[in-house]
């Protein structure tokens, strides 16, 4: 089937008992065994609910994969991963990525013996000239957060695999729709479902997908162990999600290539990224392993910090909000907001810059969306 069928399908029968053909919010915490250890595959709804197993079963064939777990948040989901790791083991990550990623590997795990170095996506050669004796994962985001770079996921498997290291990508940005990193070679991929997924801005999820099922059992057990897991009814919420991801993610792709095409021409505007521009670097390669381009931008504004205050405080439509992937427009400022743990060298090295914006473009019109883009520049 079709990626739009097993959406709607894949994991979610209608109920046997009633014939609902929407998986029900198991709104339930234990379940009745019929004798010690005899039960119908639940136990606790920490260890498994039917509504986070119906998720869990769509996310991994959307993604290609053979096993998907559910955590709470998209910082959880990553957790789990690193939960792989033990003490003195050493992650090369690529040097773009996520805030809360960054702080994770910084103040969390490192504490507990696990070290990391941070590659230079834009250099091919960067990953395979970081590892170590001790690397065991390469963790990397593409398109990355929040400069849209793109990286080879083919040939940073085979840097990884020749290794013998385990290759973990963090799709969100892309979505399954139109990325698959798993077909390209990579161990596991992950997601903050919280975006584009549940797409709604009204829940916080996370993901994990893989094909090994040693390494699903590890994960698994921590998931219980540990015990970051959703509840049915944000679960209940990403399969919502997921119902229209194909119809959305067209629309956001179509929103974003209009904006950006507009904001590369505009005076105001220093440099624009967006990976579905030809005159990007990144295209042939997003071009290569991307069925389209997605619904992020980012851009530098002319005229520094007070420039950037002054175009956010005229924007009617585009709020300025932390998180992205939903139906309506946000706009953030990641130096002081997604990526404000890093510390201000370690930003401005990454090229996240005093006056660089980041903007998640929704699936309002496109032209209102312009219209107000184009009102807030006229006052800076």
Do not use: C
């Not at 097993?6 to 339930?28: E, F, M, N, W």
């Not at 773009?96 to 250099?123: Q, S």
């Not at 990953?127 to 398109?143: C, D, G, M, V, Y």
């Not at 851009?299 to 007070?306: S, T, V």
């Amino acid at each position: 089937m079709k990626f739009e069928t097993r959406a709607i399908h894949d994991g979610q029968k209608p109920d046997a008992q009633t014939g609902s053909v929407i998986v029900p919010v198991y709104q339930t915490s234990t379940y009745q065994q019929e004798a010690v250890g005899k039960h119908k595959g639940y136990e606790y709804s920490r260890t498994g609910n039917p509504t986070r197993t119906a998720l869990e079963t769509a996310l991994a064939s959307l993604e290609e994969g053979r096993f998907g777990l559910a955590f709470a948040t998209g910082v959880a989901a990553t957790a789990a991963v690193f939960s792989l790791l033990e003490e003195g083991d050493h992650i090369v990550a690529g040097d773009d990525l996520y805030g809360g990623t960054y702080r994770l590997i910084e103040k969390v795990f490192r504490r507990w013996g696990i070290t990391a170095t941070y590659a230079d996506v834009d250099r091919p050669d960067s990953f395979a000239r970081s590892i170590r004796k001790n690397t065991k994962l390469i963790w990397l985001e593409t398109p990355t957060n929040p400069l849209l770079k793109i990286i080879d996921i083919k040939k940073a498997a085979k840097v990884a695999h020749t290794k013998g290291i385990l290759l973990a990508v963090d799709n969100t940005f892309a979505s399954p729709y139109f990325q698959k990193p798993l077909l390209f070679g990579a161990d596991i991929v992950v997601h903050s479902t919280t975006k584009y997924i549940a797409g709604h801005s009204d829940i916080v999820g996370g993901a994990v997908v893989l094909n090994d099922e040693a390494m699903y059992q590890r994960i698994k057990y921590y998931q219980n162990a540990a015990g970051g897991v959703p509840g049915p009814w944000d679960s209940w919420l990403v399969l919502r999600g997921l119902k229209t991801l194909a119809v959305r993610m067209r629309q956001h792709q179509e929103n974003a290539l209009y904006l950006a095409r507009y904001l590369a021409q505009h005076p105001k505007v220093e440099r624009i990224y967006y990976p579905g521009l030809p005159s990007s670097k990144n295209y042939a390669v997003a071009k290569k392993q991307m069925e389209g381009f997605s619904g992020m931008l980012s851009f530098e504004l002319k005229g520094g910090r007070p420039a950037v205050d002054t175009f956010f405080s005229h924007l009617k439509l585009f709020a300025l909000a932390e998180s992205l992937g939903g139906v309506e427009s946000l706009i953030s400022y990641p130096a002081g907001m997604t990526h404000s743990s890093m510390p201000r060298e370690e930003r401005l090295k990454r090229g996240i810059t005093d006056n660089f914006i980041r903007v998640s473009v929704g699936i309002e019109n496109k032209i209102d969306l312009k219209k107000d883009i184009a009102k807030a520049l006229t006052f800076v």
